[in-house]
Structures are given as structure tokens and as C-alpha cells.
Antibody, heavy 120, light 110 residues
Framework: QVTLKESGPVLVKPTETLTLTCTVSGFSLSNARMGVSWIRQPPGKALEWLAHIFSNDEKSYSTSLKSRLTISKDTSKSQVVLTMTNMDPVDTATYYCARMDSRGAHFDYWGQGTLVTVSS | QTVVTQEPSFSVSPGGTVTLTCGLS?????????PSWYQQTPGQAPRTLIYSTNTRSSGVPDRFSGSILGNKAALTITGAQADDESDYYC??????????FGGGTKLTVL
């Protein structure tokens, strides 16, 4: 059974760095067919893709947020970590991690999401 | 910057058919973008409906179908039901792990 679960702070202050962890089970992060993305959704707004990491550790980032994002993984811990620097209230959102199956390049499993609020 | 366009809202009668579309701000959507569609109800994570243009995800009813119509990807719901009332997002794969989400379509069934 494949599951993904996001964890991290509920509240961060402006200018702080956000660190989120996605813990996966039911598959290995070394599976060549699978990668993991981070996606966010501000309240009442659309989904926005942030970053992706492949099994071979290649990474890709949203053009608009690239300077603030870092994605990494620890295969032994089955975890994918996203850091976002210089947080701002507009970054308040539910953050999801999702597995991408390279066969069809789609998200086949999603985490439940974690709401992060940026406020002083 | 690539912008993926979707109708902001759509309405369909119960039992009716509706087609939602997914376009590109410049250019045409083709199967090479591996269009996928996701359904999201308030407070829930998205659910995968369609991938690779027209492949239904496991457990998705066959009243949901995907296609390319003209220069856009399309999601058709045939025989709409009340619980189809949701937000629908399309995603286009741009290569090298990069994807772009559309702005979503809010579907009302009434």
C-alpha cells in the first residue's frame, strides 16, 4: 500500500526558512520509475507545482520559485525534504507531496497535505 | 512562462454531459504533454482521474474520459452525478520532471 505523509511546522514567521518532510511507504525512492514532487495550494486558490526529485537524484524546480527552493531525499529513511527560504505570508498554503509515475508522467498517489501559515 | 488555461467554472445538469478543456497560452496541447486530470473536493487531496491523455486511473468510473479536442486536452463527464461537483485540474508535463497545473475548473452540478 503506497502512502505519502507530509510533516513540518504549522506556523512560520516571515523571512524564516520552511522545512517540510514527505515520508513515503509502499515503494522505494530508488525505484527508477518513481519520483516525488511538492505541490502547494493557497487557501481558495489553484494547485501550484513546486519541485520534483527523481530516483537518480536529479531535481527540477518551478521557474518562479527556483531561487528559494531546495529538494532532497534520503532513500534509507524514505523521506523527501523541501526547504523554502524567505517565507512570506503569500506562501501560506497547504503543501502536498505526490508520487509521480514516469510511465504516463502523472501523480498517482498524494499525501493528505499540511497547512503552513506564515505570520508574525 | 507557460500558462495552462482552464475554464474557471462550468455547470452541468444531473445526467448531462460536460467537457472541460485544458489549453496552452501559446501553442497546442498534444499527447506529448501527457495531459492528466485531477478531481479535488474541498478539504481533500486531489484524486487522479485520467493520465496520458485518456487512461483512467484505477477505480475511476468510465463516465470520465479524456481526449485531445482540437488544440486542447479535454475531460468529458458523461452522465454527471451530484458527487461530481468538484474542482478539476489538468496538468501538463513539460519534460525533465517539470509540470504545470492549470488554474482549475469549478464544476457545479445542478
Amino acid at each position: 500500500q503506497v502512502t505519502l505523509k507530509e510533516s513540518g511546522p504549522v506556523l512560520v514567521k516571515p523571512t524564516e526558512t520552511l522545512t517540510l518532510t514527505c515520508t513515503v511507504s509502499g515503494f522505494s525512492l530508488s525505484n527508477a520509475r518513481m519520483g516525488v514532487s511538492w505541490i502547494r495550494q493557497p487557501p481558495g486558490k489553484a494547485l501550484e507545482w513546486l519541485a520534483h526529485i527523481f530516483s537518480n537524484d536529479e531535481k527540477s524546480y518551478s521557474t518562479s520559485l527556483k531561487s528559494r527552493l531546495t529538494i532532497s531525499k534520503d532513500t534509507s529513511k524514505s523521506q523527501v525534504v523541501l526547504t523554502m527560504t524567505n517565507m512570506d505570508p503569500v506562501d501560506t498554503a497547504t503543501y502536498y507531496c505526490a508520487r509521480m509515475d514516469s510511465r504516463g508522467a502523472h501523480f498517482d498517489y498524494w499525501g493528505q497535505g499540511t497547512l503552513v501559515t506564515v505570520s508574525s | 512562462q507557460t500558462v495552462v488555461t482552464q475554464e474557471p467554472s462550468f455547470s452541468v445538469s444531473p445526467g448531462g454531459t460536460v467537457t472541460l478543456t485544458c489549453g496552452l497560452s501559446s501553442g497546442s496541447v498534444s499527447t506529448s504533454y501527457y495531459p492528466s486530470w485531477y478531481q479535488q473536493t474541498p478539504g481533500q487531496a486531489p484524486r487522479t482521474l485520467i493520465y496520458s491523455t485518456n487512461t483512467r486511473s484505477s477505480g475511476v468510473p468510465d463516465r470520465f474520459s479524456g481526449s485531445i479536442l482540437g488544440n486542447k486536452a479535454a475531460l468529458t463527464i458523461t452522465g454527471a452525478q451530484a458527487d461530481d461537483e468538484s474542482d478539476y485540474y489538468c496538468v501538463l508535463y513539460m519534460g525533465s520532471g517539470t509540470v504545470v497545473f492549470g488554474g482549475g475548473t469549478k464544476l457545479t452540478v445542478l
